[in-house]
């Protein structure tokens, strides 16, 4: 039997998924209800292969940059979405919703802190000290509620579409008409 090179369609769907949700970067939003974290953490819980789920996003999130800017700050944006997916690795292999769910949430906060600190200590925002960092960290918190709240969203998203892609859960589009 012959080795194929074709793409398997789980990685096609969520490679498409993922840039996808990296275009909606580029859209008007809301202070950050961006599908940053959630393409992340969706990329470590649907590839295999760590270093492509890496690639995917780290690319997604490279080429949109090129549009937006990048700051001074952006390495640990970078940072902190290797972490989110080595988190959405860890998660794989559930089929549970609270492990989902507690996974996007640390996702999410793990997010925060490592953007947060990256902000405190590559700006002059803050004086570099322990309560420069608190005030870094609690200057972020009303950020936070959008973030958590686009992450659950975006996953949910992300998860569903990548269910009806693998599963033909409408199968009306497969039936043929007699």
């Not at 999130?61 to 080595?86: E, H, K, Q, R, T």
């Not at 949430?105 to 002059?124: C, H, I, M, Q, R």
Request: charged share 10%.
């Amino acid at each position: 039997m012959p080795v194929s090179n074709a793409t398997p369609p789980r990685t096609s769907v969520s490679t498409g998924i993922i840039l996808g949700a990296a275009l909606l970067r580029l859209l008007p939003h809301l202070p950050n209800f961006t599908p940053v974290t959630a393409l992340a953490f969706f990329g470590g819980a649907r590839f295999g292969d760590r270093k492509h789920a890496i690639l995917v996003v780290f690319a997604a999130m490279f080429l949109s940059d090129l549009i937006i800017g990048f700051d001074i700050a952006s390495p640990f944006v970078y940072l902190a979405l290797f972490c989110v997916v080595l988190i959405g690795e860890l998660c794989r292999r559930s089929r549970s919703v609270a492990v989902g769910f507690a996974g996007i949430v640390s996702s999410t906060l793990v997010f925060f802190l490592v953007t947060n600190f990256g902000v405190w200590a590559t700006a002059d925002f803050y004086p570099k000290t322990g309560t420069g960092l608190l005030s870094a960290l609690a200057a972020g918190l009303p950020f936070l509620r959008n973030s958590l709240l686009a992450d659950l969203f975006f996953s949910a998203v992300m998860f569903g579409c990548s269910y009806i892609a693998e599963k033909g859960v409408f199968p009306v589009a497969q039936r043929r008409v007699a």
